[in-house]
Every structure is written in C-alpha cells, then in structure tokens.
C-alpha cells in the first residue's frame, strides 16, 4: 500500500494505441501535492492522450490510475471530477450562450436547482479573490476574452473541488501579460496545497513556471527533470531527439520598392460583423513585417482580402504598385503573390492529388508545364524532383497523395510550390503552426532566405517569439485595427502584450514607409 501514497496522481505503465498509433507507450508520471509538474513535448508526443487517460475520457489500454494512494478505475470525466481532478482543455467547451455562473453551474451536482446561478455565483466571487482570478458572473461567455473564459474554466474546476488541475497549452490563447497572470494564478494553486499538470510544448515557460518537467517524445516518457537542473537546450534535445539551432542567422534588412501597400481597409467577418476596421500598413521586398496578435482579431481576413479570397467593403490594396482591391485569387497570384494558407488541406493542397501534382498546382497553365495545351509530363518530373530535394520533402515518392504526408512536410510542400516563381510579396499565415521543432526550423529559414531574395513577407502568426525572431518591423492587430507598428530590434515582448490586449501606441514606427 506504500506505492502511491504519497503522490497526488500516479500513473503507472500507462499504455493507449489509436488505430496505426501507439499514443502512450508505457508511460509513467506523478504528481506530488502543491507542485506544478509540466509536460512537455512536440505536437503529437502523446500529452493530450496522456491527461485524457487521467480525466477519464479514454480508458487506457494497459497501465494503472492511481489517486492519493487509491488505485482507481475511470469509467469518465465524472469519475474523475469526483475524485478532486479538473481539466482545462486546450479548445474550451463553455457554452456560449449562456452567462458565466450559469456554465460554471452546468453539472454541477449539489447545486439547489431553484437558484443555481445566484448560489454559484456567491462562491465563485469567493474563489475568485482568493487565487486572483477575476471574472464577471453575470457576463455571458461570448463577451470574454479567451483569457477570461480560460479563469472562468480553472473556477469552474475549482469550484468543484479539484484538487488537481490538468491545464492543455493554456498560454496558446494569451497574450504575455495573461500568461504571466496565470502564472501567478498557478503560484497561489500550489501555496494551497493543488497540484497542477501544465502541458506545453514552450521551453520557455516550462522553466518558469514547473518544478518539475517530464519529456515526451512519440508517445514515450524521454525523462523526469527539475526545472532548475535544466535549461533550455538540454530540454530541446530531450523534446527533438538531437540539438536544435535556436539563433537563425538573419541578415541585416534591406527594404526596396514597395511590395504591398494597404490603406484603409474595411471587410467584414462571414457573420457580417466587422472584421477590419480601417487597416493600414506596407510591406517592403526584402523586408519581413510581421503582424501580431491573439487569434480571431481579423487576422484570417486581412489574409482572405489580400489574397483575393475575400471582398473587402472599401479601402485599397496594391501589389507592386498595381491596384488589385477587388482582384481574382488567380489573378493575385499571376502578380507574384505568394499564399502560405493557414487551412493548409483545404486551401494549401489538393489533398487526393498526387505530390507533384501538388506542386504545380496554379502552374499548370503556365510554361513550362504546359504547351500547345498540354501538360509536358517530363517538365513536371523535373521541377518535382528538385522541389523535393531542395524543400528536403519527405515523401515515398514524387507520385504519392499529399494527404498521406505529415503536416511538416504538407508546408514544405506548398511552400515549394508558392516559392518557386520568385514571389514578389509572400503572405504566410502561421506558417509553422502545429509542426515539430525541426520542421519549424527548416522553415524559418526558408522564409529568410525568400527575404534575402527580394522577396517583401507578410507574416501573421500568433507565435510572438517566432514574430520577434523572424520580422524586421511588428504591427500588432486588435478588433480588426493596427494598435501600433514597431522595428523589431527595439520591441519588447511587454510593449507588444500590451498592444495585444487593445492599448495604442501613440508614436508609429516605419509606419510613413
Ligand atoms: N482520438 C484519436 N484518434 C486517433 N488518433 C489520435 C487521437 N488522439 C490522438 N491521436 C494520435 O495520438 C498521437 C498523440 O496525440 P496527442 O496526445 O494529441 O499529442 P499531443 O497532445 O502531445 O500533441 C498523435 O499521433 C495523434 O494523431
Ligand atoms: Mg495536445
């Protein structure tokens, strides 16, 4: 009985397997009381399944639950709720419609049925000052912020009595000074006794804020480690498998002619709300403008408008100086413009199609894939193979469906097609989103070297370290407006928070370019 005792959680040999995939291979992993232990691992390594296991939304196939020395057996979420454990997942599941103690209350067994919102909302207000977690009971949950929504799902936890807290990606929806709020949160968590799970795949913050770290890789436990043992690039190579380049080499900015100009655009969202209100900005060839921001602010509209895949309602935009507001996505792209789409298999590939179809996609009609109307089969063969080689494509072969690759290599890909015509003006939105570490490198580092090659770059991304790493100038987009624009070198992560979160920045940097 002494195995166990001690911990909050224990999971012992866990073993899970997906059709074709084995998720969780033997995984072990504890959780002491009031310590934040974090897991970390690329995408895919087998964390999300791990914690579905301990919230009781997969049985495991092999392996042992135990719980303050209890050994347990999940039947679901309610099993788990009742034995002190809540989990916030990475993609909410609160309900929109209704006010924020109505969802809190949803489920929640004990609640006098006559007057659950007024009942919940009295604790929740108690909970709330003690761990800092300010929120509203009576707004409705469409009017919050992720990051509000996100302390209205940790109270929701609390509140029934969750004395561990799975947290999934938690930061991937805050701005800095949100995380670093939620921090703080996780600090008071742990002074009352909680143990928290904090899974994430950023080196940084796992060593701010875990005292203990776990790696996984491809469903394996890599190892255990305190987070004041280890540093970043110990961890990095724990993650990939082998050392990781953290400093790309960037070469001094030499901005030319002007590759994108935009000026005063409006568009509305498919809802009919607005979605840009007014967006002003430029881009240069040679140049990497980088455009900041949590998700949802009118970023995937501005991409839509630019690329022709969305009308906007008034303002102009030029590409090389030639006007094409309203412009055909074809005829966007026969100017020179480039398109990285964040919905890579809807809009990136034509997933059935085989990898060197792929590749000449919107080329087909164009020398020297095609003469006298037909497609010059030993053209395509050519330009495929060196694609593939260079872009380090993997793939069985140049004729397999680009469905059945990865997602890295789904981005090389269409990076290699979108590249190959010396683009003028590239618009890349989250290019490296959801990839591995290595993937993400190669990419990066594609992108520079399109900017070395004269190529101006609109890159939207929610990564802020990726934005600082890679762009020359920042601009920052809330609700559909610029709040402030600034030269890479001089910006600081708390002045791009800041603007983030809908503060103004009075002095425009580069913005009269
Ligand atoms: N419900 C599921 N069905 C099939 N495969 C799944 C399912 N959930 C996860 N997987 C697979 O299991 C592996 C681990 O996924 P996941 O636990 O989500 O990783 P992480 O959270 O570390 O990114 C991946 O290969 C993923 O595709
Ligand atoms: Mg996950």
Redesign the pocket.
Known sequence: MAEGAREAVLLRNITKS????V??DRVTFDLQPGEVHA?L????????????VLYGL?RPDEGEIWVRGRRVHLRSPRDAIDLGIGMVH?HFKLVAPHGVAENVALGLSGTPFWAPARTVGRQLKELSERYGLPVDPDRRVWELSAGEQQRVEILKALIRGAQVLIL??PTSVLTPQEAGELFKVLGRMKAEGHGVIF?S?KLDEVLSVADRITV?RR?RVVGTVRAEETDKAALARMMVGREVVFRLTKKACQPGEAALVVEDLHARTDRGTPALRGISLAVCRGEILGLAGVAGNGQRELVEVLTGLRRPERGRVAILGQDLTRASARRIADAGVAHVPEERIRLGIVPGLSVEENLILKKHHRPPFCRAGGLRLAAVRQFAGRAIEEYRIMTPGPRTPAKLLSGGNIQKLILARELSGNPALVIAAHPTYGLDVGATEQIREILLRQREAGAGILLVSEDLEEIMELADRIAVLFRGEIMGTVLAGEATLEEIGLMMAGERRTVAVGEER
Do not use: C, R, S, W
């Open positions: 997906f059709p074709g995939v998720a969780n897991l691992g690329e995408n895919g390594a087998g964390k999300t399944t791990l914690m579905n997969y990475q999934d990606e899974i795949h996984m469903g």
